[in-house]
Structure formats: C-alpha cells, structure tokens
C-alpha cells in the first residue's frame, strides 16, 4: 500500500514535465506578440524589446523552458506579464476559492447523487425511475452558465433570499486565513454571522456547479446497482430471510459505490477545470477568473502555473480515489 | 402482426439488413430516443434555414432598430427585443448554424485526430503505442476549457479558430476509445486470415479493422455533440470565439447578463435553444448507444 502511493507520487515527476513541455509549447507556437500586447498599444518597438529582455522573452526557447523548471523547483511558477506579480503567489491567493467551490459541488453532488442512484434502481422500471432518468439527461444538457443565471434571476433577484455573487461582502470583516476556505475558517474564528454570510454565497454557484455531476454520479450508482442486485450473494441473502433495507444498505450500497467512486475522481479534475464559466458568472475568485483574465491578455505564465496545478491536483485526486477503493473493498490489492 | 410474420416470409432479409431494421425498431420503441431524433431533426433544419427564415433578417446582418428596444415578448416578437432592437428569435434562429456546426466540426476533427491516434498506437504496439498513449494521458490532464481558451486566444477570434481550438483539446477520448478497440480487434479471425492473405498493415487497419469498430466511435461522436456545442457556446460566453455581429448563442448570453433582471427575455431564448439542443443530442446519442454498442447498455 505505502509502496503503491510512493510509486503513484514518484510517477508524478513526468506528467509535470510532460504538462510544462506542452503548456510551453502552445505558448511559444501559437502566434499572438503577448508582449506587445502587455506593453499597451503607445509602446516603441524599443520598449517591447525591453520588456521581453526583463522576462528573458527574448532568449531562445528552451533556455526559456530550463529556467522555468529551475525556478519550479525552488516553488516559483514564474512572474506574470501584465501585473508583474509573481504566478505562485497568485495561485496561493485564488486557489482556496475555487477548491472550496468544487468541494461543496463535489459534496452536493455525492450526497444526494449517490442515494437517488441506488433508489431508482431499486425502484427499477417504476414512474419515478422514468422520470429521474429524464431529469438526468436533463440536468447533463443544462449549460451551467445559464443554470447559473437562471438561480441569480430567481433567488438573488426576484426572490432576494441569496446574494447575486462574490465570496463575502466587503463590510464582512474576512477570518484569519486558515485553510482559505471561507466556510471553515469562519468556523474557526467563531464569527457565525460571517458563516451563514459564505455559506450563502457558496449555496447558488456549488448547486449550478454541482448539477451535472449529481446527475452522472446518480447514472453511474443506478448502473451499478442494478448490475449488484443480480448477483447470486444478494439472491443468498434474500433466501435466508435478511431485511430488504438491510440487503441494500450493507451489502449492495457498499458494492455499488466503488465502481461510481471512478466517476467522482475524474469529475473532480472535470470541475477544477470547469469551474471558469459558473466563476464567470457569479464573480467568484478562483483560478477560473484568474485565468480567464491571463488568457484574454495572453499573459502565458499565469496560464501555465494554473494548468500545471489543476492537472497535478486532478492527478492526485484520482490517487486518492485508488486508496479508497481499497478502504471499501478490500479485494483490491495494490501493486 | 400477422403481416409481419408474412412480408419475412416472404422476402427474406440479409442478415446485415434484418438487424439494421430490428435496430431501427428497438430505436423507435424508446419514446426518448424518438423525443431526441425529433429534437435533433428540428435542430438541423435550423441549421440549415435559420438564417433564411429568421423573421427580421437584417437583424440577423448586424441591423440595429434603437426605436424598439428592450420591447418584452409580443406577437411581433415572441421573444422580445434586445438593446440595440433586435429581434431575439431571429438571432437565436440564426444562432443555431454558428453553434451546430462549430459543435460538429469540433466533434469531426477530434475523433479524426483521436482515431488516428489510437488506431495507430494499438495497431503497431510497442514503443509507439507507449509513446503516444502516455501524450494521450498528459493532454488529459490538461483542464481542456483552459487549454481551448488559451489556443483560441492565441489564434484569434473567428470561427476556424474556434472549431480548431476546442478540437486540440477534444480528441484525446478518442485516442483512448479506439485504441482498445483495435488491441482487441487485433486478435481477431478476420484480421489474421487477412494478414495470411498477405494484406500490408496498413490495408488491414484502415479497410478491415476500423470500419468493424465505427459503431462505438459514432456513438461517442452523438455522444459528445451536445457537450461540443455547450463548450462553444461557453467560450462565446467568455467572450473569446466568434464576435458579435455574428450570432452566436453563448455571445447572445453573455450580452443579456447586463441587462437582468429588467429584461431578463433577451437571456431565455439563447439558453433555452442551447439546452433543447444538446438535450435533444443527447437523447439521441443514449439511444444510438442502446443499438449500436450493446456492451454498453445499462
């Protein structure tokens, strides 16, 4: 077990090497002058020059590419064109955003994807199965950007219940940073009314966020239930007279999750990447917003240090979903 | 059901075309396969005509009308005006070509660069397949929003643009479909009697053993129409892709956020074509992957 997660962690190097080689040839490549364009539109060619000399634009690219992967050792992900601010630092400060975002969706979509999963198998080829099958392929066609609006017309608008966007209102006094998730940390601090202030925030981007994977997960839990309840232990179980809710919860429920587990663990990499049009939408301050604006002014650097981090972190969600696997059965072995 | 029984009788089908027709049939016993065809049918007609037919064509060529705007829904347009007086239905009905044909060139070259890709690695094994499956898994990792935005960024606004964009970072699926396809294709009778004929590889990839695998690859291609078209109209939302005046359904979008929830109608029609669209896409796909891959039915 221990071995299996060093191997996965060692296994890391190359697709970071890999992400940066790539992340850096589409930079390089593609036409578009990103120094021109930070530069303003009044530069000199003088001072375009200058300033790509500043960024060591100017060397060729792979001295470019050896003194990023020198500086990404040391932590550094390089400095930004456009703001002249360092990329880590920047990452440091969004990224507690969006993983707060995606964790809640993630939550949202398990608690309630899984449970609805296994009852419409159970209730197989009954009205309500029908109408939750439809209701998913629905919810997987909703485009989370219109979904998005749609709860800001009716909650934050019309009915006012829920703020339109943003993380926390600038007279909340933010808590100490903890962990960066604004939920927990104002936990921490003690501050109830700042809670109920971010977590109502949080409630309308995670729900446009979360709907499309609650949907595939139930999908995913409804299959797999459905293929468990045709196994012979569970026929066994019925013959020696189980309870039908104890036949479910311990044995098929159990079973049934850890082939939808797969599912959650790439659609946690799926939502890191797509958190940019609900964080869009709702003014949300993440890496999606962070990177939208680097993109629009082809300020490569920032670009590069937020693929490079969701890709790594998708990576490691999908370790983390290997050793569960483990945790719910135990009749995987690691190799 | 008599009649059935006597028309087989009587004419007795080839076997390839008595399962196209018991597929056909299974198709049109599933009311939801049937309500996505429908969908996807109306969807391509106006693919075709929506521009043709959009009731206020100069609206559609970028003509402004400022004495009606913001004017809610009526009979003269039922879905109202936007800010400049344009009649919304028009640009939406026009809208479709932009984003149905963006969807499916995105959709054509992925799964053309992906199957080459995969085909080619569990065709010829080895370091090749090593070597380009694990380039296969790198771009996967990749956040492919962030990647299609930052190539469309690079490239420029324009439709070409786009369609190449969100296609770089789409075919990976592909790549990793096809090539478990072939590895198991590869054992097959078929392809071992060919090789014994003499056939050179490249005759038995592309004339044997691809078109025995096509069924799975055009599920995924139905399959991933609809989430095609939703990823061009979200980089028309951002704001990189194809500029206004052309109508784009995301760009119409992300316009009408300015002007909630006063004139909240200028949002409905642009977000309601999207999701009967892909709705309808995918409906149908499910449905196609009911008859063509039964391995997958659930």
């Not at chain 1, 990023?68 to 550094?76: C, F, N, R």
Request: aromatic letters at 10%; proline letters at 6%; hydrophobic letters at 55%.
């Amino acid at each position: 077990m221990l071995y299996f997660v060093l191997r996965r962690i060692v296994l890391l190097v190359p697709v970071v090497i890999g992400l940066t080689v790539i992340m850096f040839a589409i930079a390089r490549i593609l036409p578009g002058d990103p120094v021109a364009l930070a530069a303003g539109p009044n530069a000199t060619q003088a001072e375009i020059e200058a300033l790509a000399r500043e960024f060591g634009l100017d060397q060729p690219i792979w001295t470019q590419y050896f003194n990023y992967v020198a500086g990404l050792v040391q932590g550094d992900l390089g400095t930004s064109l456009l703001t002249r601010r360092p990329v880590a630092a920047d990452i440091a400060a969004y990224l507690p955003a969006t993983l707060e975002l995606v964790l809640a969706a993630m939550f949202i979509a398990v608690a309630v994807g899984i449970p609805l999963g296994l009852v419409t198998a159970v209730w197989r080829n009954r009205w309500p199965d029908y109408l939750s099958q439809v209701a998913a392929i629905g919810a997987i066609s909703m485009p989370r950007f219109f979904l998005g609006l749609l709860l800001q017309l009716c909650f934050a608008m019309w009915l006012m219940w829920l703020p339109l966007g943003g993380r926390l209102p600038i007279i909340v006094i933010p808590p100490p940073f903890v962990t960066g998730f604004l939920t927990i940390d104002t936990l921490i601090a003690g501050d109830l009314h700042a809670f109920t202030t971010a977590l109502r925030h949080l409630a309308m981007p995670a729900i446009a966020m979360a709907l499309s994977p609650l949907a595939t997960i139930m999908r995913m839990m409804r299959a797999s239930t459905i293929e468990v309840l045709q196994q012979d232990y569970v026929t066994t179980a019925r013959a020696l007279g189980l309870p039908r809710r104890k036949i479910i919860l311990k044995y098929v429920a159990r079973n049934a999750v850890s082939a939808t587990l797969t599912v959650v663990g790439l659609y946690f990499g799926w939502l890191l990447g797509g958190t940019v049009l609900v964080e869009t939408v709702f003014d949300w301050p993440g890496l999606g917003l962070y990177a939208t604006k680097a993109i629009i002014s082809q300020d490569m650097m920032p670009v590069i240090g937020v693929a490079l981090v969701i890709g790594l972190l998708f990576v490691i969600a999908n370790l983390i979903i290997d050793v569960l696997y483990g945790v719910i059965n135990p009749k995987v072995r690691y190799t | 059901m008599s009649e059935i029984t006597e028309a087989t009788l009587d004419e007795p089908l080839a076997p390839r075309q008595d399962k196209l027709r018991r597929a056909f049939f299974r198709f049109r016993q599933s009311r939801l396969s049937m309500l996505g065809a429908g969908l996807v049918a109306v969807v391509v007609f106006f693919t075709i005509f929506g521009t043709v037919l959009a009731p206020y064509p100069e609206h559609v060529a970028g003509g402004v009308a400022t004495s009606t705007r913001f004017e809610p829904p009526s009979s003269a347009h039922p879905f109202g005006t936007n800010e400049l007086g344009q009649d919304v239905l028009s640009l939406v009905m026009a809208g479709t070509t932009v984003s149905v044909l963006a969807g499916f060139g995105v959709v054509l070259i992925g799964s053309v660069i992906g199957t080459l890709f995969g085909a080619v690695a569990g065709f010829v094994g080895g370091w090749t397949d090593e070597v380009l499956m694990r380039f296969t898994d790198l771009t996967l990792t990749i956040p492919s929003l962030i990647l299609a935005m930052a190539i469309a960024a690079a490239l420029g606004p324009g439709f070409t643009n786009m369609v190449i964009a969100i296609s770089l970072s789409w075919w990976p699926g592909y790549a990793r479909l096809v090539r478990g396809e072939v590895l198991a294709a590869r054992e097959e009778v078929y392809v071992t009697a060919a090789r014994a004929i003499g056939a050179n590889p490249g005759r038995i990839l592309f004339r044997h053993i691809l078109p025995n695998i096509v069924s799975p690859i055009i599920v995924k291609m139905s399959l991933d129409m609809g989430f095609a078209i939703l990823t061009v109209a979200g980089l028309g939302f951002i704001g990189i892709g194809v500029r206004p005046p052309t109508p784009e359904w995301g760009t119409l979008l992300s316009l009408s956020r300015s002007y909630m929830p006063d004139y909240w109608w200028t949002a409905m029609a642009p977000g309601m074509a999207m999701f009967l669209a892909v709705f309808g896409f995918n409906l149908l796909g499910d449905g196609l992957r009911d008859i063509l891959d039964p391995k997958a039915r659930r």
